[in-house]
């Protein structure tokens, strides 16, 4: 054991025992971060702050929330929303919240597209990044499931359904996944506890994997210049601080990122005061009823592009059934993200989208077709609608297709070095 | 030297399987945890009584949680040999009413006489069998026996089993 001195102060006995000193300096005042980023990385630390929100808010929740299908409505939208002081504002926080940090996520993982963030030794980052998006699109929707209303019910019944997909034990595992013959009792609770233990967990877990995986290869920059961080933090260290290209992320750093959260926190309150509506369905103020189906049900706003995608092929294709190919579709679009470091095989770049001609008119094109999915997801499918959303299904699934081809053309047009002005 | 590094070796082997084979039995108890509890499989039989039923009158029981359809049909319906149920020389369509796309249930519509699914514009003929959208099949029958005119759900009699055979 090393020798242990009679401590100077309270933070010389802790780094004698913690070498929390150490830790400062790995984590925050020498953790390097480039100069030359703008207000779109700070998008990580929103996200921290509003997951910090959503826990917070979701302990006050669960103090008065019963996992039981008798109790679990009356004691969201009576006990929570009129009896318990504040109980409205913790809701209203927590559903804001989870809306909110899907828009977040989505802008988040846009920038990283844009800027080429996603490969050249940044790939793990991308995939513990991706898993972050399946789990928290998990916790969406097991925690969507538990004030027991109709669409709460019946996104349920459909969501546990999509896995009668799975052929031979489709049938089988959808009962399994119930613990029922139809949404439950069981499956309410299993739900329940999905949302407040493991699934929390496992999102803590990956974001410490995120946040490591980070250090190592560096954030990319806006010029995706590259630059030795040795040097520049030697030259920052030295006091050559304008010279330098980098800057610690506490104080300096964090500094930016405080004004945009404080931003993004602003907005966040605006709208948990004045229009928390937007995150809350009318039709789940109705009690849960396995006997009669709403007459159009759809998803949360975030997760209607993918449901788009489901349900955007209607006709049956070279004997194939409907459903199948929409399931089949529906697969790929979760998870063909995922892949994108090895789809753009023009790996040698980091180059941002404005630098890659074609890839920046892919890149706007899948950005728009997203759209385009999500507006016409909430659509009833019918008429000219259901044609709008087959073309923007077709339109996605020819993008990814497309997306290595262009990037290998990229990849060999030798002008510019490569980056292909 | 070799003796002891296969000593170590035999450790190490015993050692994985002992631990593989204990997350096999783990798995096994995870997965039989979450199967539907015995209260739940067991969920009974219904007894129905077809005689107060009126020509092209649809009543919907609810049945392991599920609901079912019981359509008589009506002169001008179309009889469908390969599904109808006939109890007293009158002809029943009877279905477990969610959709065959995602579960949803269907809403009857008298005016068109059929099936019509709001979810995803999934639409059924009197006899529950797909017409148009994303279904792939027709609502399924569920087991049933036939006691004069009850209809016994959740039994397999043989009218049933014929069913099923004229289908495969």
């Known amino acids: 054991m090393a020798e242990i001195r009679k401590a100077t102060g309270f933070i010389d006995w802790l ?22 980023i703008n207000f779109l990385w700070a998008m990580g630390v929103v996200l921290m702050v509003l997951f910090m929100i959503l826990i917070v808010s979701g302990i006050f929740l669960l103090m008065y929330y019963k996992p039981d299908i008798k109790l679990a409505f009356d004691s969201v939208n009576y006990t929570i929303m009129q009896e318990v002081e504040y109980g409205w504002l913790w809701r209203h926080i927590h559903g804001v919240s989870a809306s909110v940090i899907f828009l977040v ?15 050249k030794g940044r790939e793990i980052i991308w995939l513990t990044g991706m898993a972050l998006f399946g789990m928290f699109s998990a916790e969406a929707f097991s925690g969507y499931m538990l004030p027991w209303g109709q669409m709460s019910y019946w996104a349920a019944q459909v969501i546990t359904n999509l896995f009668g997909g799975i052929p031979f034990i489709g049938e089988a595992l959808v009962v399994w996944i119930r613990g029922d013959f139809l949404v439950a009792d069981a499956t309410l609770t299993r739900f329940f506890m999905l949302h407040v233990l493991l699934l929390p967990l496992v999102i803590l877990l990956l ?14 920059n806006q010029e995706s210049e590259e630059f030795d961080f040795d040097v520049e933090s030697k030259k920052y260290l030295e006091g050559k601080k304008v010279e330098s290209k980098v800057v610690p992320f506490w104080p300096v750093f964090l500094s930016k990122d405080f004004f945009v959260v404080g931003v993004a926190l602003t907005l966040f309150f605006y709208l948990v005061c004045f229009h928390f509506d937007f995150a809350m369905d009318p039709i789940n103020f109705e009690p849960a009823n396995n006997m009669k189906t709403p007459p159009h049900i759809y998803p949360e706003w975030y997760f209607l592009w993918s449901y788009e995608v489901l349900r955007g092929f209607f006709f049956d294709i070279g004997g194939i059934a409907a459903m199948d190919i929409g399931l089949a579709a529906f697969g790929f679009a979760n998870v063909i993200f995922m892949l994108l470091p090895f ?59 497309l997306l290595p081809i262009i990037t290998k053309m990229e990849a060999n047009c030798k002008c510019n070095n490569g980056g292909c002005k | 030297m070799a ?4 000593r170590r070796d035999f450790i190490g082997m015993a050692f994985s399987g002992f631990a593989a084979a204990g997350g096999v039995i783990a798995l096994g108890a995870m997965k039989k945890t979450w199967d539907p509890l015995p209260s739940v499989q067991s969920a009974g039989f219904i007894t129905v009584d077809l005689s107060p039923m009126k020509e092209g009158e649809v009543q919907t029981i609810q049945w392991r949680g599920k609901p079912i359809f019981i359509l008589r049909k009506s002169a001008d319906m179309p009889k469908n040999e390969k599904r109808d149920i006939v109890a007293g020389n009158k002809h029943y369509a009877v279905m477990i009413g969610l ?18 699914c709001a979810c995803h514009g999934g639409e059924f003929d009197a006899s529950g069998v797909n017409t148009f959208g994303p279904p792939p099949r027709p609502m399924d029958i569920p087991p049933f026996k036939i006691n004069g005119e009850k209809l016994v759900l ?15």
């Open chain 1, 15 to 36: 780094d004698q025992r913690l070498a929390v000193n150490k830790f400062i300096k790995v984590m925050m005042t020498e953790y390097w971060i480039p100069k030359n």
């Open chain 2, 154 to 168: 959740g039994e397999e009699g043989p009218e049933y089993k014929k069913l099923v055979t004229k289908k495969a």
């Open chain 2, 3 to 6: 003796v002891e590094t296969s």
């Open chain 2, 99 to 116: 959709c065959t796309h995602l579960g949803c249930i269907p809403t009857w519509m008298p005016a068109t006489k059929q099936f019509k």
């Open chain 1, 343 to 401: 789809l753009d095989r023009n790996t040698e770049h980091t180059a941002p989208a404005h630098k890659r001609p074609l890839f920046f008119v892919w890149f706007w094109l899948l950005l728009i077709d997203m759209i385009v999915l999500t507006v016409y997801g909430k659509l009833p499918p019918t008429g000219n609608n259901a044609w709008v959303g087959f073309g923007a299904t077709i339109t996605f699934l020819v993008l990814f297709i």
């Open chain 1, 105 to 119: 996520i989505y802008i988040h993982m846009f920038t990283g597209i844009y800027y080429g963030s996603y490969k």
């Open chain 1, 207 to 220: 974001i410490a994997v995120h946040f490591y995986s980070l250090r190592v290869p560096h954030v990319n």
